[in-house]
Structures are given as structure tokens and as C-alpha cells.
């Protein structure tokens, strides 16, 4: 008979499920202990690594166990309470140290009296030399074993080094870790209220990431004005005094996780409305310690791969000192208006060269010689120069500024005859357009347009004569002679005049503006609208394998709180407790 009552969500996930049915309990996050080989393809989750304890004094840790509380915070007084312990513990520890350099000295001191009785041979300072070099960067209680190893076999040769006690400046940076890993606990225990549950755990593992730990700020101002490197060399400090235990790597992009010593550590229950530290801990026996499989590989993401290029087979690209077989046709075919062009393939890249540069010039006449040619229809056909030789020529070639923009001005004159193949202007009025735009056009207060910018202006040229090509045939009016179409002062509509097509242009640019708007707007929500179906994918992955017993509560938060956006951390809360109520007693 069922309940009228729905099981909480906390409940639920209890080893217990349903009475009848039943689970196995919930694996708890351990470091496998078995070898595993690389190329074992397993459906479980990748177990992080671990290592050998760094802790100087191995009894000050070799009874803490994590904390266990139901809805752990910490609070202003348990806050106070951790860093009065800390102070304790570091004072201890100090003491310790000093002790243990007393006898450091003693041992040094012994050395250095033997290697002044009897000096060592070469042999000896030969191999004192290398273990240096080798063994310089270990940390001193490993090196002072290493070295009570090789003085034992070789004579006293080497000295030890003395460890280093906690400074006052460690204490800052614990308080701003302490800080952070209250946020992080905060964050957690919200999600164990909303499931309702209500069974005593070991409370979270501190993530220590040290961008973090520098960014924190007070008042809009950083708490510690410290690099990343320093609060490292601190995180080191503490794990060699056994205040942070149970180093855990997570990989090179996120912080790595750590105990704090229960010791030291005071933690407010908000369950039980009690305080949770050393003196009321759950005593059981310190197991032996686990390793993850050092076989695991993981694969690094190769960037800025430089590819070898095969120089002959390579494309032509624009600005190379050779110029292609089309370029030269181009410019020989466009000497001789009215030739058939070869109706050849056009080359997706252009180079130049003086070459090419010595045709292009070779395209200049005289005014007079253009007006007049002009005037006899002669480019009333006149096939354009490829947009993509002038921009090269512009980059790379040798034309001066002067002689390009007569070039780029006598370009556009030939393509303007079109809109006198009905007509027949006279080479006066030719001359009297082509010599008022020698004299404004291309040019700005400091001189003259650079030659990029003038090929530039030349595209929006052809583009406003297409335009005024079809505005007169749609219209039927009559064109104006060349000497008033192209007068720069014909700016009103009633006027029709050239000037006036730089309203179309810029309404034509607008537009194309707002279409590639359109097209980045289309794509980021589309980005976005992917995304949103990816991450939906993933939480639902990630829960799904929390439903079959293959990862355990901690780890679907840590997840949702690492790889997912923000929205999806009440979702947790959320989906599990609707599970729950679908599930009645």
C-alpha cells in the first residue's frame, strides 16, 4: 500500500530505494588500485590521480579524517574558530621544525668536521656534484633521506637542508582559500537542502584553484595582490605542514582538490544547528593509501602545427614576384579595343611584377587622345581590367601614386562610354569631364588617395554606373553630355547628374550591412540554440548515469558545476526531486 506522501529526493538516493527494490550503495570516489591498460575502453568515469603524501610530520595527519556533517557552512564563527585553530596547529608544527633543524645542524656539523679531518678525493666531490644536480629541486625531507642514504654508502660527504617553518604571510593567503572554500561549500549545501538529504557525509573537498584565489576583492579592490605563482608555492607550504591533505589532480585546466586538515578545519551543521570539528569526529582507522592508474594518458591538444609547403605545387597567391600567363593576355587583349577575348577559366589568385606594372602603364593615353577616342565610340564595349590586378598592383607593384590615379580615372571613363552608345558626344565635353576629375577626384586635403583605397573608389564607381546604366534604360531619359553628367556639383535628383548615384551607393551599402547582420544574428542563435541542445544533452547524460549507480551525487554536481552554464545548477535540485515524486512508498 502506498503512501500518500512522496519520498524527498534525499531519501530516495539512500541504499534503501523503495523497500523491496534496492541498490547497490553509491561508489565512492577512491583511486583504483588495480592496473588498468591504456587500451582498455571502460564505461566508467576517470578516477583523478593522486600521490605520494608531501606532508613533513606524518603524524600531524595520519588520524585526520574528512569532516562529516549533514548541511555544512561556514559561518563567521566557524570561520574564526578554523583560523584559531590553524594558528595552533602552524605553532606546533613550528615548534617541530625547529627541533627537527636542531638536529639538521648537528648532523651537518658532523660532515663538515669529517671532510676537514680527511678531505675528499675527487671521486667523492664528482659524485656529491651529480646528486646535487639530481636531487637539488627535491623538497628537504626527501633530499635529507636521500642524503642519510648516500652518506651511508659513500662517507659523510653531503649536508642536509634545513625545512622551512610557516610564515605570517601563509596565514593571509589560508584566510583568502578559506574564504573561497566557504562559497564553494555554500553552493553544494543548497543543493543537499533542496534534495533533502539528510545523511551525514564527508563534506566536500576544497578546490584549489589559485586564479581564483587572486581575484577575490573587497571593496572593488584584490584582498591579495599576488600572482598565481605565489598562492602555489603557499598550497605547497601548507601540504608539506599537513594543513591541506589529499592532494587530488584534476587536470591542468582546473584547480586541484584538497582536504582540509580536520584538525584545523570547524564546519556549522545547519541540520543539527551544532558545530562540526576535530573534537566530535567519527574515529575509525586510517586505510592504507591509494594510487591512480599512472598508465592513463592523456591526450594534449596540438596547436600552431607548421605545415611544410610544396613550393612548385603551390597556389598562386597575390603579391609574388611572378605574374601569371592571363594577367599579360589580359593586358595585351585590352590595347586593341573591339579584339575577341579567350573565353578562358579565371585564376582564383593574382600575381604581380615589373612586368605587369609596365603594362598597366602602357594602358595611360593622353587626354586628348582618350577624349578623342571616346568621342568615336571606340570603348563603347570596353571590357573592365580584372578588379583583382589592380589591388595587386596596388600592394605590390611600382606604379607611382600619380600614375595609378590616371589610370584608375581613364578606367573608369572607358566604362562610363557605354552610357553614350546611343549617343554621340562630342570629345570637348570628353575632355572636360576627364580633366575636372583629374583635378578632385582620388585626392584628399594631405594629397593624393592611397592606390588601395583608389581601386576602392573604383568598385563603387562601376557599381553607381551600373546602377545609372539601368535607371536611363528603365526611364528613358536622355543621358547628358559627359562635360555635364560628370560635373561634381550635380548633386540634386532634378539635375541628373553622377553625384546624385552616391544616395544609391550608400543606401545599396546599408543594405548589404544589414544582410550580413541578418547572417551573424542568424548564426549566433543558431550557435547558441546548439549549445543549449548539447549542454541539455550532456545534463541529461551525466544524469542519467547518477540514476543507474555509476557516479555518485558529488560528482553529478561537480560536473554541472564545471562544464555547464549557471541555469543548469538548479536543475539538479529540480530534475531529482521530480524524480522523487514519481516514486511513492
Known amino acids: 500500500m502506498h503512501d500518500n506522501q512522496p519520498k524527498k529526493a534525499g531519501e530516495l538516493f539512500s541504499y534503501d530505494l523503495f523497500g523491496n527494490i534496492k541498490l547497490h550503495p553509491v561508489r565512492e570516489n577512491t583511486a583504483r588500485t588495480t592496473h588498468v591498460p591504456t587500451t582498455y575502453h571502460s564505461r566508467t568515469n576517470h578516477v583523478p590521480r593522486t600521490r605520494n603524501s608531501r606532508t613533513t610530520f606524518e603524524p600531524s595527519t595520519e588520524n585526520s579524517r574528512p569532516v562529516y556533517a549533514i548541511w555544512p557552512y561556514i559561518t563567521q564563527e566557524a570561520f574564526a574558530n578554523t583560523m584559531d585553530n590553524y594558528r595552533l596547529f602552524i605553532a606546533a608544527y613550528n615548534d617541530q621544525v625547529e627541533l627537527t633543524n636542531i638536529e639538521t645542524e648537528k648532523y651537518n656539523a658532523a660532515v663538515r668536521t669529517a671532510i676537514a679531518s680527511e678531505p675528499l678525493t675527487d671521486v667523492q666531490k664528482e659524485f656529491a656534484r651529480i646528486f646535487k644536480r639530481k636531487y637539488a629541486s627535491k623538497r628537504a625531507k626527501e633530499y635529507n633521506e636521500l642524503v642519510e642514504e648516500f652518506n651511508t654508502e659513500r662517507g659523510l660527504t653531503l649536508e642536509k637542508k634545513k625545512i622551512a617553518t610557516v610564515k605570517y ?73 599537513g594543513v591541506l591533505t589529499e592532494y587530488t589532480f584534476l587536470g591542468h585546466k582546473r584547480g586541484v582538490k584538497m582536504h582540509i586538515n580536520s584538525q584545523i578545519l570547524s564546519i556549522f551543521d545547519a541540520k543539527t544547528l551544532n558545530f562540526v570539528g576535530a573534537e566530535n569526529q567519527r574515529v575509525s582507522p586510517e586505510t592504507s593509501k591509494e594510487f591512480g592508474n599512472t598508465n592513463d594518458i592523456t591526450r594534449t591538444i596540438k596547436k600552431n602545427i607548421k605545415i611544410k609547403e610544396n613550393v612548385e605545387n603551390s597556389s598562386l597567391d597575390l603579391g609574388t614576384a611572378q605574374a601569371p ?138 557599381w553607381r554606373l551600373n546602377h545609372a546604366h539601368k535607371w536611363f534604360a528603365k526611364s528613358e531619359v536622355k543621358t547628358l553630355y559627359p562635360g555635364n553628367y560628370f560635373d561634381l556639383t550635380r548633386t540634386d535628383a532634378k539635375e541628373i547628374g553622377f553625384e546624385y548615384t552616391r544616395k544609391a551607393w550608400l543606401k545599396h551599402k546599408k543594405y548589404q550591412e544589414e ?51 549557471s541555469n543548469f545548477r538548479a536543475k539538479v535540485s529540480e530534475r531529482l526531486n521530480q524524480f522523487s515524486t514519481k516514486n511513492l512508498c
Not at 564527508?202 to 586564479?211: A, D, I, M
Request: proline content about 2%; charged content about 25%.
Open 325 to 462: 600567363e592571363f594577367l599579360n593576355s589580359f593586358l595585351q587583349e585590352h590595347r586593341v579595343q573591339g579584339e575577341k577575348i579567350s573565353q578562358g577559366g579565371a585564376a582564383e589568385n593574382v600575381k604581380v611584377s615589373k612586368q605587369s606594372s609596365e603594362n598597366l602603364q602602357s594602358l595611360i593615353l593622353h587626354d586628348q587622345e582618350l577624349a578623342e577616342k571616346l568621342a568615336a565610340g571606340e570603348f563603347n564595349y570596353h571590357v573592365p581590367i580584372d578588379i583583382r590586378v589592380l589591388y595587386a598592383e596596388s600592394r605590390n607593384g611600382t606604379m607611382s601614386r600619380d600614375d595609378f590615379q590616371v589610370l584608375i580615372i581613364q578606367e573608369f571613363m572607358k566604362c562610363a562610354a557605354r552610357l553614350y552608345r546611343s549617343a554621340t558626344p562630342f570629345a570637348g565635353s570628353w575632355k572636360k569631364a576627364i580633366n575636372f576629375w583629374m583635378q578632385n577626384k582620388l585626392k584628399a586635403h594631405n594629397g593624393l588617395y592611397h592606390k588601395e583605397l583608389m581601386v576602392d573608389k573604383l568598385q563603387e564607381y562601376r
Open 515 to 565: 544582410v550580413k547582420a541578418k547572417e551573424a544574428e542568424v548564426n549566433r542563435t543558431a550557435k547558441q540554440r546548439k549549445e543549449r541542445i548539447n549542454h541539455a544533452k550532456k545534463f541529461d547524460l551525466k544524469l542519467k548515469q547518477f540514476l543507474n549507480n555509476r557516479i555518485t551525487l558529488n560528482e553529478l554536481i561537480d560536473y554541472v558545476h564545471n562544464n555547464l552554464p
Open 169 to 241: 604571510a601563509t596565514e593571509i593567503v589560508f584566510q583568502q582559500m578559506l574564504h573561497l572554500y566557504s562559497s564553494q561549500l555554500a553552493a553544494k549545501t543548497q543543493i543537499y537542502m533542496q534534495l533533502g538529504i539528510t545523511e551525514p557525509q564527508p563534506v566536500k573537498q576544497f578546490e584549489v584553484n589559485s586564479y581564483h584565489v587572486t581575484s577575490l576583492e573587497r571593496n572593488g579592490v584584490k584582498s591579495i595582490d599576488v600572482c598565481t605563482e605565489t598562492i602555489r608555492n603557499h598550497r605547497s607550504r601548507l601540504e608539506e605542514a
